[in-house]
């Protein structure tokens, strides 16, 4: 038995879940990976991208033998307690690879003072900015060498051009002087020929120097980059990797996501608040489900119960020969005028009828104005982007 944790990984397809159990703050065992349904290229390199629960990212470097991922974890990545989520990124050329997510389940540590706090960690990413400036320091070292080889043959040069000026005074001396002098004209012509071959091969040798620290500067230049082309890359598939298609980003600036992570955005929501889906309630049991209003015009069900009593009749309330009278009272929202409350009528028993108007009541109640009223929440604006590609 060896000591470290082994699973198998499927990229053709989704399969059963991948699922690693680890103890928060542990570092000690290593994971490997085993890809069964593809062949890694040569030369591929292969990292770690993990979101923690909070939010936080680890993005490591791996060793990669064969078809196998070797993974020495970090105290940071396995800093906090819960479920979290990982994906092997494979990188060869161009061509990238990503996995199936892996599920991470961390378990609380209950020993005293072993908790570390928790931060993001992006060791591929420091890795390939030191690979570009080591790269960046090469080249220009390798041009300060160009560069001084150069000056030194344009010195060189020089030397040889003044020599050569000097032999052609020479010559012109010794051709003026008579006699036997021609035999040191000719001397000196030699010399002055010599000379100039030296000043030539010079002249060549400056200009295969320089073209030598032009082509030097091309080659690091190129290469760097490159460098820094893949790391833009890399980092756009971090950008990626945190919002997959479907995923909403929000911002007080109105800058289209596409311009930090790439894919493609629209804008989403526009006017409305974002609630979670809940399937035990019918208003909000599916994703992308829409409902409510600004303003709410109550109806009589939704008034606040609202009670009054109104009591009307006639009764003795006079002499015997005026014995009768009409009454009436009010309460809650109901009310009487005191002037009609108490009517006196003629004696009944010799009145043939009741006067016009006796005994006769009306009432009228009014509550409201029939107008909507404000029925949103406090709130803020924000712009709102989702993922669809």
Same mark, same amino acid.
């Given at each position: 038995?060896?000591?470290e944790i082994?699973?198998?990984?499927?990229v053709?397809?989704?399969g059963?879940? !991948?699922?690693?159990d680890?103890? #928060?703050?542990?570092?000690?065992?290593p994971?490997?990976?085993?890809? *069964?349904?593809?062949?890694?290229?040569t030369?591929?390199?292969? *990292?770690?991208?993990i979101?923690k629960?909070?939010?936080?990212?680890?993005?490591?470097n791996?060793?990669? =033998?064969?078809?196998?991922?070797t993974?020495?974890?970090?105290?940071?990545?396995?800093?906090?307690?819960?479920?979290?989520e990982?994906?092997l990124?494979?990188?060869?050329g161009q061509?990238?690879?990503?996995?199936f997510?892996?599920?991470f389940r961390?378990? *609380?540590?209950?020993?005293?003072?072993?908790? !570390?706090?928790?931060?993001?960690?992006?060791g591929?990413?420091?890795?390939?900015?030191?690979?570009?400036?080591?790269?960046?320091?090469?080249?220009?070292g390798?041009?300060?060498?160009?560069?001084?080889?150069?000056?030194?043959?344009?010195?060189?040069?020089?030397?040889?051009?003044t020599?050569?000026?000097?032999?052609e005074k020479?010559?012109? @001396? /010794?051709?003026t002087? @008579?006699?036997?002098?021609?035999?040191?004209a000719?001397?000196?012509?030699?010399?002055?020929?010599?000379?100039?071959?030296?000043?030539?091969?010079?002249?060549a +040798?400056?200009?295969?120097?320089? @073209?030598?620290a032009?082509? =030097?500067?091309?080659?690091?230049?190129?290469?760097?980059?490159?460098?820094?082309?893949g790391?833009?890359? #890399?980092?756009e598939?971090?950008?990626?990797?945190?919002?997959?298609?479907?995923?909403?980003?929000?911002?007080? !600036?109105?800058t289209?996501?596409?311009?930090?992570?790439?894919?493609? $955005?629209?804008?989403?929501?526009?006017?409305?608040?974002?609630v979670? !889906?809940?399937?035990?309630?019918?208003?909000?049991? #599916?994703?992308?489900?829409t409902?409510g209003s600004?303003?709410?015009?109550l109806?009589?069900?939704?008034?606040?119960?609202?009670?009054?009593?109104?009591? +009307?009749?006639?009764?003795?309330k006079?002499?015997e020969?005026?014995?009768y009278?009409?009454?009436?009272?009010?309460?809650?929202?109901?009310?009487?005028n005191?002037?009609?409350? #108490?009517?006196?009528?003629?004696?009944?028993?010799?009145?043939?009828? $009741?006067?016009?108007?006796?005994?006769?009541y009306?009432?009228?109640?009014?509550?409201?104005?029939?107008?909507?009223?404000n029925?949103?929440?406090?709130y803020?604006?924000?712009?709102? $982007?989702? *993922?669809? /590609?």
């Amino acid at each position: 038995m060896t000591d470290e944790i082994v699973r198998d990984i499927f990229v053709r397809n989704r399969g059963l879940p !991948v699922q690693i159990d680890y103890v #928060q703050g542990t570092n000690a065992v290593p994971l490997k990976f085993q890809l *069964r349904d593809y062949t890694v290229p040569t030369g591929a390199t292969v *990292r770690l991208y993990i979101k923690k629960t909070s939010g936080k990212e680890v993005y490591n470097n791996a060793s990669l =033998v064969d078809n196998t991922a070797t993974i020495q974890p970090t105290t940071q990545m396995f800093a906090e307690v819960g479920e979290q989520e990982g994906q092997l990124q494979l990188t060869s050329g161009q061509k990238i690879l990503v996995t199936f997510p892996i599920l991470f389940r961390v378990e *609380r540590n209950l020993i005293s003072g072993s908790a !570390v706090e928790s931060t993001d960690e992006y060791g591929a990413l420091v890795k390939l900015i030191g690979d570009a400036e080591k790269a960046v320091e090469s080249a220009n070292g390798a041009a300060g060498k160009a560069n001084t080889a150069a000056g030194k043959a344009e010195e060189a040069a020089g030397t040889a051009g003044t020599a050569g000026t000097k032999a052609e005074k020479a010559a012109e @001396a /010794a051709n003026t002087a @008579a006699g036997d002098a021609n035999s040191a004209a000719a001397t000196a012509n030699n010399a002055a020929t010599a000379a100039n071959q030296s000043k030539t091969n010079a002249d060549a +040798a400056a200009t295969r120097a320089n @073209a030598a620290a032009e082509n =030097v500067e091309s080659l690091e230049v190129t290469d760097l980059v490159n460098r820094i082309k893949g790391m833009e890359e #890399q980092m756009e598939q971090v950008g990626l990797l945190m919002y997959p298609i479907g995923s909403i980003y929000e911002s007080t !600036v109105n800058t289209n996501p596409q311009e930090y992570f790439g894919g493609t $955005w629209e804008a989403f929501g526009a006017g409305r608040t974002t609630v979670g !889906v809940d399937a035990g309630q019918t208003e909000f049991d #599916q994703v992308k489900k829409t409902g409510g209003s600004k303003t709410q015009t109550l109806t009589q069900a939704q008034l606040p119960k609202i009670t009054g009593r109104v009591e +009307a009749g006639s009764g003795n309330k006079g002499t015997e020969s005026r014995g009768y009278g009409a009454f009436r009272t009010a309460s809650g929202v109901f009310s009487v005028n005191s002037d009609d409350y #108490q009517y006196s009528m003629p004696n009944r028993e010799n009145a043939t009828s $009741w006067p016009s108007g006796y005994g006769k009541y009306s009432f009228e109640m009014s509550v409201g104005g029939d107008q909507p009223h404000n029925n949103m929440p406090p709130y803020i604006t924000v712009y709102r $982007w989702v *993922r669809i /590609a």
